[in-house]
């Protein structure tokens, strides 16, 4: 029987690859998505679809009633999606008040449940700037917490900690994945709108391997 691992799945480009990269490595995958009153909510119904075409068990955790205790972010608020790279100060309005450690509680509690003792989630070089609950030493101290906090101890595993956007990109191709089947653009319209901090990560890396995004852009 296959090891059970429950990977935190947002639909992302990111979290796709860190969700295929479990099942290449033979686990039985549990993934769990989380509605917290994102305005990129389209990525939940990516990645639905996604979980359906791999016939792997999907739990969507509505946690909108929080946001009450999460304010401040322009993912959540009526604020604009600001426009730019990840480097620029404006870029921290996208940072939803302990986002990660809200969201590897569940998913640390739903291993337990599982009797799973793996989560993967996707923190990766890029984000360390701007996110500081994507950084090594916060996955560290989490991982810490995370085999203690229960009678089973649960590892979290990060693949792409240390890696670039681009590296993320050419993991998931060498995977032979269609990124078409992600969502990354922070505002949830029909099209990307490929002036996010989002978009401009996601389309340097597609260019850095020479490559051609799938998705659909407004401009």
Known sequence: MSEKAVVVYSGGMDSFTVLNTAIQEGLEVYALSFNYGQK???ELIVAAEV?????IPHKVVDIT???????GSSLTSDSDIPEGHYENESMKSTVVPNRNMVLLSMAIAYA?????????YGAHSGDHHIYPDCRPEFVDAMNAVSKIANYQSVEIVTPFLH???GEILQAGLAMNLDYANSWTCYNGREKSCGKCGACNERLEAFAELGKTDPLAYEA
């Open 40 to 42: 990129h909510s389209k």
């Open 51 to 55: 979980c359906k075409n791999l016939n």
């Open 65 to 71: 009633a929080i946001n009450s205790l999460m304010a």
């Open 112 to 120: 337990v449940s599982l009797e799973s003792g793996k989560v993967y």
């Open 163 to 165: 890696a670039s956007k």
